[in-house]
């Protein structure tokens, strides 16, 4: 269990590291006279730079092992974070966002090493849970930074508000790099040990990230979890940037106030992404993928409503209790995409997982356009159309010896290889007690060759 507190741990760091900065932006827009375009541009390059990451994470994962990563990335994105204080133009905010930005690429290598370590009945619960309490940090941040810190620094500085912002960032990045430096030396890869050692004994075979990441990007399945987790993910980041920002523009809120109601979208991860991931697993023990396809379609159509809803609300009683559902939603969504994840491609995993979670990043980045150019009715009318259209595309998800979301039956699959068993035919087969035997124990089934082991056959 050491690997699952560390992965949800030091995920939550990354998350707080990546947005302590935003509760800060008012402050920083007004000292630094900035425009509402160049706030916006800050936000997305903070979410777009991670793209690239994430692509990059993936393959590597299934090469390096998620420890190693999860360290170099926690260490990379804390330099930035505590230079926050010399900042002193658009650029400047621009180019060091884009740096803190690295910790979102964190993401990969925390549902990868969940995946590696859970089996696939519990995957989606385990994932769940550590995505969720990981991103539990952008909301702990909104009020840790905004309505605690941010304040006890004012005090500490003769209330000069912007020395305040310009040394508070010290804080979580030095925290940051404590806990990069545990996680590299108490924790393990996988359940048999670090990947160095399994390649060194022999356990594990290398390979090839490009090839992985050529396999993992090839697979349709891996596009359609893209778009969707676009908007779910992404919309999460977006909401994180905006939030704070919206009840004070829109509200009149302070900069305290308005944060910590910002705070609550990011606070709704303590739960509702394990509990996403938790009805998925239900709803596969009695349905297969099927269920778990349903579960995630109706997830994100209820997002997709329920911004629309908000994008209404003209109270701010009404709009705080729209965003709880919403925010609801919209990490259900997200913990029911990464109980579909495993079951696509097994051997390429990592690579698939970078190329999902970058989707993400390329939502927010388009969200964040949105926001930047129109209003805020109008950004969020395109956020929750886009929502609901990409709710229909989980009809589109066939994956290999699984049934569709309408038509299609389960089969035996190895959950290593991702390969169908298939029975072999012998006379015993007449006897229906021995072939529900063999079935049970899977005794008398051959696997199917995966694509890998056809290629080096030819």
Known sequence: MRAFHYSWSAFFIAFFIWFAISPLLSEIRDDLRLTKGEVWTSSIVGVGGTIFVRFLVGPLCDTVGPRVLFTIMLIAAAIPTACTGLVNSATGLAILRLFIGIAGGTFVTCQYWTSRMFTKEVVGTANALVGGWGNLGAGVTQLIMGSALYPLFKVLCNDDSELAWRTVCIVPAVVAMIWAICLYYFSDDAPKGNYSELKKHGVMLEIDPVESFRI????????????????????????????????????????????????????????????????????????????????????????????????????????????????????????SSYAIVPYVDPPNMGSISGIVGAGGNVGAVAFGLGFRQLSYQEAFLIMGCSILVSSALSVFIHIKGYSGMLWGEEQLVDKETGSLIVPEVTEEWDDPEKEKARRSDKKGFKRVPNRDEMSEDE
């Open 216 to 335: 993992g990007s090839l697979n349709w399945n891996t596009w359609v979890l893209f778009i969707q987790y676009a908007c779910c993910f992404g919309v999460e980041l977006t909401m994180n940037n905006a939030a704070a920002l919206y009840f004070k523009d829109e509200f009149g809120q302070s900069t305290e106030a308005a944060a910590a109601i910002a705070s609550i979208f990011g606070w709704m991860n303590l739960f509702a992404r394990g509990l996403g991931g938790f009805i998925s697993d239900v709803s596969n023990t009695g349905h297969g993928m099927r269920g778990r396809l349903w579960t995630h379609t109706i997830f994100l159509f209820c997002e997709g409503a329920l911004v629309l809803f908000f994008a209404n609300s003209s109270s701010l009683g009404t709009a705080i209790i729209i965003m709880v559902f919403f925010s609801l939603f919209v990490q259900a969504a997200e913990g």
